[in-house]
């Protein structure tokens, strides 16, 4: 079937059922950014394979919620769907509902399937469309009887992480769970979340791409801890570390049983936000649930000292293998034909030279000219453009190693570049050392650095629609909450031990795009009659292409900072280096 096709039979089940608008997220049974293959539901669908929207379907219309980091993307891949995009104007607000609520009449049967839409997106709809007296059916999969072939639930083995890793044992972070449990007043704790559910057990897998996590479910109590896993991943002695930890092991399909099973009365913990309605809606009879994050997002998020350590090392690793590709690069175009596609396949190989790597922590931005205008590109066998010695190459890009997680985005020149791409360039620049830079007070919100790191843009009229940084797991997921730089008013503050994301852009739909992004930490600075402090420090070593830098456009003390950064880079880098590669980025890293 095409996907117009897919779409009459979507419908066709919903006039069997009744249902007057069917709606699919974009997620999996544990509230996932990243899906296993069997939960891409919307690419199947509609055809849109970008991380993050929402498809709305009624009788008449069908339509793709998305944000702007997916308008272009999503205009070509839903032409001939029989889906129409509907752009978001507040990226992940739930504006489809207040559509539904808009256009149905009363007692309308709308209908999503609870395994794939959190507790709080379900109270979101039933709220929005109560006034209708609408019937909101949470428990209606119509995907499984038209999905042929659908893929089964991945199968690949999983690990436990050695303490020399993580730098806390399984049992110590269960003893901090347990304490935290105690201070919310709740008897136990359902864990959906895949990166919450990999921090607290110190597992490992390959189940979603690019994210080393495992399928599973976690049930705590203050005497047992159960991991609902495919028993079969995992090796004898991982089954007895983990059992020495204390941690029972039980089916995967187990995890709804256990919570029907629970003591009347049961006070249990979920995070409404990485928890299905399917899951809740089976505890809520005998449990009184408790709303509230996974205690383990706020830890998992605080790196420790042994964490830092390893991501320092890795961000040295990670910044070999980028001189290495860019090097590669530049004395290879023009001698032979390199496409977007085996751009970022080049890039791999040399990642996966690095001790420790274990593959990539998304898919590679490789984004030639016009390309890198959509910040979520991925090059396809139809789309990937020819390199040539002239215009803007931007490549976000990331590794996945035992040793922790990186995130980088590097924009080069590679010839006849125009001085508006070196203006909005050397802005861009001028935003990230702002956002790097800056000194604030303990409590300090990420909406604050937000607007920090834009201002060097909006004093030129110019802004981008995504986040200015993101959270990073350690050997975990590459987007990690609860903080997070953007424009949305989260009431998380900035905590030291956090490793976040600083990526400001510029974005000329149809021309080029402009993002430079690095990692940082955030430190303990000073304490004063005034409060305490906190900084970032740089994580990543990667060189910043000076050729497209205006000097004109910064201050000495952005001038200064790029100068520092670069000696930096070479001091950390060079004793991994041969000596033509050497003398290759004392090239690259030289003072402007």
Aim: include cysteine.
């Amino acid at each position: 079937m095409d996907h117009a096709q897919k779409l009459a039979a979507i419908r066709s089940l919903m006039k069997q059922q009744h249902i007057d608008a069917y709606i699919i997220p974009s997620s999996d049974p544990h509230m996932s950014e990243y899906l296993p293959d069997r939960y891409k539901c919307i690419a199947w669908t509609s055809g849109f394979t970008g991380s993050a929207g929402t498809l709305a379907i009624t009788q008449d219309f069908a339509g793709l919620w998305t944000d702007s980091r997916y308008f272009v993307q999503a205009e070509e891949q839903l032409e001939g769907s029989g889906f129409a995009l509907v752009k978001l104007q507040v990226q992940h607000a739930p504006e489809y509902a207040d559509w539904l609520a808009g256009k149905l009449p009363e007692n309308a049967v709308v209908a999503f399937d609870g395994e794939l839409t959190s507790v709080s997106l379900a109270k979101v709809l039933i709220n929005k469309l109560g006034p209708l007296r609408a019937d909101v059916r949470g428990s209606v999969d119509l995907l499984t009887p038209v999905w042929e072939n659908r893929p089964a639930l991945p199968t690949a083995p999983a690990y436990v992480l050695d303490e020399t890793l993580t730098g806390e044992s399984t049992r110590a972070k269960l003893q901090r769970l347990r304490e935290e449990m105690k201070k919310n007043r709740v008897d136990a704790h359902f864990i959906s979340s895949l990166d919450d559910l990999a921090w607290l057990f110190n597992i490992r897998g390959s189940d979603v791409a690019c994210n080393p996590v495992v399928l599973g479910f976690g049930l705590v109590t203050v005497e047992k801890a159960i991991l609902f896993i495919d028993r079969q991943k995992l090796q004898t002695e991982d089954r007895r570390r983990l059992a020495d930890a204390g941690v029972e092991l039980a089916d995967y399909a187990e995890a709804r049983r256990a919570l029907t099973h629970l003591e009347e009365g049961t006070s249990l913990l979920m995070d409404p936000k990485r928890t299905c309605f399917s899951l809740y809606r089976a505890a809520a009879p005998s449990a009184s649930i408790v709303e509230q994050t996974n205690p383990t997002t706020y830890f998992k998020a605080i790196k420790n000292p042994v964490e830092i350590d390893h991501t320092r090392n890795t961000m040295v690793k990670d910044g070999v293998a980028l001189t290495r590709f860019f090097k590669w690069l530049e004395e290879t175009l023009g001698r032979e034909p390199i496409t977007e596609i085996s751009l970022a396949e080049q890039l791999r190989r040399f990642r996966a030279e690095q001790a420790d790597f274990v593959g990539e922590s998304f898919d590679t931005i490789a984004a030639y000219r016009a390309h890198g205008a959509l910040p979520h590109y991925k090059a396809t066998p139809i789309s990937s453009s020819t390199l040539q010695s002239e215009g803007l190459l931007l490549v976000d890009s990331g590794g996945q190693y035992t040793t922790g997680t990186t995130d980088i985005t590097r924009v080069i020149s590679l010839g006849n570049i125009t001085e508006a791409q070196r203006t909005d360039y050397t802005l861009v620049l001028k935003g990230m050392i702002e956002g790097s830079t800056v000194v604030f007070p303990s409590g300090t919100r990420g909406y604050q650095v937000d607007a920090i790191t834009r201002k060097p843009l909006w004093d030129h009229f110019r802004n981008y629609g995504h986040g200015t940084g993101h959270g990073v797991g350690f050997f975990l997921n590459v987007h990690e909450g609860p903080h997070v730089f953007n424009t949305a008013a989260v009431d998380i503050g900035i905590a030291p031990g956090t490793i976040t994301s600083i990526e400001p852009g510029v974005y000329r739909e149809g021309n080029y795009g402009i993002r430079i992004e690095n990692l940082v930490l955030t430190i303990e600075i000073q304490d004063t009659v005034f409060g305490r402090f906190l900084a970032f420090e740089t994580l990543t070593l990667g060189y910043i292409d000076t050729d497209l830098v205006d000097k004109a456009l910064l201050d000495l003390k952005h001038i200064d900072w790029l100068n520092q950064y670069h000696v930096r880079v070479y001091q950390k880098l060079a004793p991994h280096l041969n000596e033509e590669e050497r003398q290759w980025l004392a090239k690259k890293t030289r003072s402007i």
